[in-house]
Structure formats: structure tokens, C-alpha cells
């Protein structure tokens, strides 16, 4: 080392160690890794969600209406009926 200037000795001169170094060094790096794995999460649920917006059909349950509890099963029958139906039509 080679003193370049006569520094006081009330004077604060910041010290930079390298263990603080390292500290600063590895926190901003798990800050990117973050970031970067947010962005990619986020860019994921985007392409997930539109992809299956494009594709999708919702077939919503039939409620039987009748007084008669031995029909009830005619409700259900009929969403499985249509929802089997719809499977065997292609995708395009």
C-alpha cells in the first residue's frame, strides 16, 4: 500500500471488507433469481390461461326438477351423456 494523501483521524472513511462484499454480492444475486423466477411464473399462467381460454367447454351439472327422487339419476345421465359426446369431437 501506498499512502496517497495525510487523511485526519476524526474522519470517517468507509471500510468495505470482503465479507460485506460477498454479503452484497449473494443478496443482489437471490434478488435476480427471484425476480427472474416471478417473470417466469407469471409469463407461464399467461400462455397456460390463454391456451386454455382458446380450448375449453364447460358443461355445468343438470338439476333434476322432478318430485320424483327415482329420476334423479336422468339428471346426471344426461351430463355424462354430453360430456362423452364432446370428448369424441376433434380439436381443431
Known amino acids: 500500500m501506498k499512502r496517497t494523501a495525510n487523511v485526519p483521524p476524526n474522519e470517517f472513511t ?3 471488507s470482503k465479507r460485506k462484499f460477498a454479503t452484497l454480492i449473494v443478496s443482489l444475486a437471490l434478488l435476480a ?3 427472474l423466477i416471478f417473470q417466469l411464473r407469471r409469463i407461464h399462467t399467461s400462455t397456460t390461461a390463454a391456451s ?3 380450448k375449453s367447454i364447460a358443461v355445468l351439472p ?3 326438477l322432478s318430485e ?3 329420476n ?3 339428471a346426471s345421465g344426461m351430463q355424462d351423456e ?3 359426446r364432446l ?3 376433434g380439436c381443431t
Open 14 to 16: 468507509p471500510q468495505w
Open 33 to 35: 433469481a427471484r425476480l
Open 52 to 54: 386454455v381460454a382458446q
Open 62 to 64: 343438470f338439476e333434476s
Open 68 to 70: 320424483d327422487k327415482n
Open 72 to 74: 334423479a339419476y336422468f
Open 82 to 84: 354430453i360430456l362423452t
Open 87 to 89: 370428448t369424441k369431437i
